[in-house]
């Protein structure tokens, strides 16, 4: 059996996260996404791993290198365009030759109970799950276990159920007369759900059921917000602290202290959380439920975290509150920089998705800020508003529209 990762895309919905790393890359507890994936999917034996990459390939195989030893079982092929799943299929399967492809969308998230029942998927088969907006995906109509219909993004009103294809599937080389014929979509894309349509004529492709709360599509910001979430009920258990922690700080619930940190006076951590090597956090600072640091980070004096990602090298240094945001690799924050994350009238957050204003369907969503970006002291963000990579955002500044990546965003109070 072969396995094919497809890592091409530039993840286009989930900057300003992505203009400076791969969404491959994107962190579940601290670890990239695809590194995960390579860890429980070599569990499988595969012969060879074939890994599809585009965007900022240098950078997927340079963080593949540091988590995953087998080298000499990796090939990396070069997608070029992206021309969609059915296109990276095609060059795996004519690199690959005669065998079974277990093929794996690496921007999701699976809980470690999925790759363990991959075992069971059948070739031709697909993984599916459910969903409550369909239609943003492929739809599956099921009986008896094998796919009876499924229809790409159909629109609201043509969806045949809430089911989903979630990403992953197996063929046998025989199904590559399939992918070689599929046709391009209106979106101008090779969609290997093309081929599963033709294929349900001559196969019977079989499915297996990832249970709701074991899957995420990484799509859009949030998404990874909710993964990681997941992630911390599953994996954070009971304490683990190899950190240096003052002994007036209080440590409730699953919680792990990485090596390196440093917890210091009076200071609230509430679990489930994750403080990475060599963060530190305090003094009298309060860690609420679901935040993770990752390594190199910091919150200072009087800072309060709840249900946040800060990744590694970034700054909270005093009197910030930061809530259900995501703050990018070296960002710093002004003293008093403020997200809010709930609306007046407590409806669902809206954040803008390329061009299009989308309903998060989240109560209560902070900001999200991109690698680099600073702010000055005395700066209030507003719930679901985006800051991008290398921007500098001036004192005293009320942020009430997604910031560019690179703009300096001056307020009429700014000198």
Not at 135 to 150: F, Q, T
Not at 158 to 178: H, M, R, V
Not at 276 to 298: A, C, D, E, Q
Not at 313 to 336: M, Q, R
């Amino acid at each position: 059996m072969k396995l094919v990762l497809l890592a091409g895309g530039k993840g286009e919905r989930l900057r300003p996260l992505t203009d400076t790393k791969q969404k491959a890359l994107m962190p579940i507890l601290g670890k990239p996404l695809i590194c995960r994936h390579l860890a429980e999917l070599s569990e499988l034996n595969p012969e060879k791993i074939i890994i599809i990459i585009s965007y900022k390939k240098e950078q997927v195989s340079d963080e593949i290198k540091k988590c995953f030893s087998d080298e000499n079982k990796i090939v990396y092929l070069d997608q070029k365009e992206e021309k969609g799943t059915g296109h990276a299929i095609k060059l795996a399967m004519d690199y690959g030759g005669e065998g079974d492809y277990l093929i794996v969308y690496s921007d999701l998230y699976l809980s470690k109970n999925v790759y363990k029942n991959l075992i069971k998927l059948k070739s031709p088969g697909i993984a599916v799950t459910e969903v409550s907006k369909p239609w943003n995906y492929g739809v599956v109509k099921i009986e008896n276990e094998l796919v009876k219909e499924i229809k790409e993004k159909p629109r609201s009103d043509e969806q045949i159920s809430n089911t989903i294809f979630a990403g992953i599937l197996k063929l046998p080389f025989d199904a590559k007369k399939y992918i070689d014929n599929i046709k391009l979509s209106p979106r101008n894309e090779y969609e290997v759900t093309d081929a599963i349509k033709e294929m349900i004529n001559d196969f019977d492709i079989s499915t297996i059921t990832i249970p709701k709360n074991q899957w995420q599509d990484i799509g859009r910001p949030w998404d990874l917000l909710i993964a990681n979430r997941l992630a911390l009920d599953e994996e954070i258990k009971g304490q683990t602290i190899k950190g240096n922690v003052h002994n007036t700080a209080v440590i409730e619930g699953n919680v792990i202290i990485e090596e390196g940190s440093e917890i210091k006076p009076y200071t609230v951590i509430e679990g489930p959380a994750l403080i990475s090597k060599n963060s530190i956090v305090g003094p009298m600072t309060h860690i609420r439920p679901y935040t993770i640091f990752l390594k190199n980070s910091s919150a200072g004096y009087s800072v309060e975290v709840k249900g946040s990602i800060i990744m590694e090298f970034s700054k909270l240094p005093h009197f910030n509150y930061v809530g259900d945001s995501i703050i990018g690799e070296h960002v710093n924050l002004g003293a008093g920089t403020i997200t809010a994350n709930l609306r007046f009238d407590h409806k669902p957050i809206k954040m803008k998705i390329k061009e299009d204003i989308i309903d998060t369907g989240m109560e209560k969503l902070g900001s999200v800020i991109g690698d680099y970006a600073q702010t000055g002291i005395n700066v209030s963000i507003l719930p679901g508003k985006k800051i991008g990579s290398h921007a500098i955002v001036y004192p005293g500044c009320i942020v009430d529209r997604d910031v560019n990546s690179f703009e300096v965003f001056k307020c009429i109070n700014s000198s």
